[in-house]
């Protein structure tokens, strides 16, 4: 079988380890061979010393000096937000909400507007090394289709469904269906796009997700529907997507107001079937092992460990956080809840492509967090959460987010020269004498400093992604 010799620095969190444990799992490889099969499956990842003999023929790719990472994985990006990164709406969420993002997203409604956003979408994701994406969808089916096919044509991995919205103000109105429509649309795109490419959802790049906006956006009857129709599809490995705990401004904020609308004890209820009053059962479960919900940054202790028993995930959206005066997800007790942390842009909320600008606000804010709760993020955790963590979390841990054998090659690779700053940081920047540290100073300036610049080649399955 012909062989694909990949050579590079590199980088990557081996193994199945939690996030706490991959320090101890950072595999560093300064004079790295990547080996491929013809199907894209990785066969060797170590020394290039210590290259076996029957792959020494294969097709070489010298990457020198450059470095070999695994794709990014964003859990939570808006494609109808496209071009409304940097938006001003003079407020917090809600306000935003209404005066910037529902207004931005009607104009999807025209079709060429569409297809121009799903190629810009999806060129903008190559750039940014993103080989993997849960992706927040427009409200309407040609949008839809348009996002589907562009991503197929480019050769990456997305996670994406209608964005439905069945209750909301005036701005929100083109973006609204009826009760019946709602579940009538997201099952059409469930049976035209779920593991369309290859008709096999194990294989699959394309899947599918239902996706209610948030729960002020939908209806109690709409849970209900949704609730039904997954448990019809879950078997089919149908994802759900959607925010929670985001704006905790009190009395008028996301939080205060969906307890206040629904009279449930937590957000997290209206999600787990009991969104009615008192936090009653009104319908079926949407939480689950394919199910990721953005930012959390105010959860309750309860709502953690729900989430983490029912194998729900967690995208943690610093970024759009920042911009929206959302507050600050608490790592320590996130990560101590046992629930699976990945990341997302967020991109418009979000106004950066790039999951190393992720990481790199995730460190900013953490080390800041008050008092004891501060840490001072292990690179290794960076990366983490960043690959592996978003591969588990779009339950798809077996396929991607390493270089483990027998794993499908997602990777990017990172020519730092094409980035000055970078370039020089890395070349000249002190390293500590003992070696571990030396290498973690090492990943954590290239994590900090990779720009799209500095991204050269995006491969998923061991196929190069090519903008459309």
Avoid at 284 to 291: A, E, M
């Amino acid at each position: 079988m012909a062989t694909h010799l990949h050579l590079g620095h590199i980088f990557h969190i081996a193994g199945a380890p939690k996030v706490t444990e991959a320090a101890a799992a950072l595999v560093s490889i300064p004079d790295g061979a990547l080996v491929l099969d013809d199907d894209g499956r990785i066969v060797f990842c170590g020394e290039r010393a210590e290259l076996p003999f029957e792959y020494e023929s294969g097709t070489v790719y010298d990457h020198r000096p450059g470095f070999l990472l695994p794709g990014f994985v964003d859990t939570h990006v808006h494609f109808p937000q496209t071009y409304a990164g940097d938006s001003y709406g003079g407020g917090q969420l809600l306000e935003w909400l209404t005066l910037c993002m529902f207004p931005s997203e009607a104009k999807f409604a025209d079709p060429e507007f569409a297809q121009q956003a799903a190629v810009e979408f999806t060129n903008r994701r190559i750039s940014a090394g993103t080989t993997a994406a849960m992706v927040f969808g427009s409200a309407f089916p040609h949008a839809q289709d348009a996002l589907f096919t562009e991503t197929q044509k480019a050769g990456l991995r997305i996670v994406s469904g209608r964005g439905i919205q069945t209750v909301g103000d005036e701005t929100a109105q083109p973006l609204m269906t009826s009760e019946e429509d709602a579940i009538r649309l997201t099952r059409e795109e469930i049976d035209k796009w779920h593991g369309a490419d290859t008709g096999d959802v194990d294989t699959a790049l394309l899947h599918v997700a239902i996706i209610p906006r948030f729960s002020l956006s939908v209806t109690p009857e709409t849970l209900k529907n949704l609730g039904e129709l997954y448990d019809e599809v879950r078997d089919r490995g149908v994802y759900v997507h959607s925010h929670l705990n985001e704006n905790n401004r009190p009395g008028t904020g996301e939080v205060d107001s969906t307890k206040e609308t629904y009279q449930v004890n937590s957000y997290l209820d209206t999600y787990d079937g009991k969104f009615l009053p008192g936090s009653a059962v009104g319908g079926k479960s949407l939480l689950g092992r394919r199910t990721i919900l953005a930012h959390c940054v105010h959860c309750q202790d309860v709502e953690l460990e729900r989430m983490a028993e029912t194998g729900t995930s967690v995208s943690h959206c610093p970024i759009s956080q920042l911009f929206l005066g959302s507050g600050t997800m608490p790592w320590k007790r996130t990560v101590a809840s046992g629930v699976t942390i990945s990341v997302g842009t967020d991109f418009g909320g979000g106004d950066e492509w790039l999951i190393p600008r992720v990481l790199g606000d995730a460190f900013k804010v953490h080390i800041t967090e008050p008092g004891d709760d501060g840490v001072s993020m292990h690179p290794a955790e960076m990366l983490f959460v960043g690959t592996l963590g978003g591969a588990r979390a779009l339950d798809m841990e077996n396929r991607f987010g390493n270089f483990d054998l027998g794993k499908e090659a997602d990777f990017v690779v990172v020519d730092p020269s094409g980035t000055p700053a970078l370039d020089g940081l890395l070349r000249n920047a002190f390293r500590s004498p003992d070696p571990d540290l030396a290498r973690d100073q090492t990943l954590f300036a290239l994590l900090m400093g990779i720009r799209e610049t500095s991204i050269t080649e995006v491969y998923v399955a061991g196929k190069r992604a090519k903008s459309t």
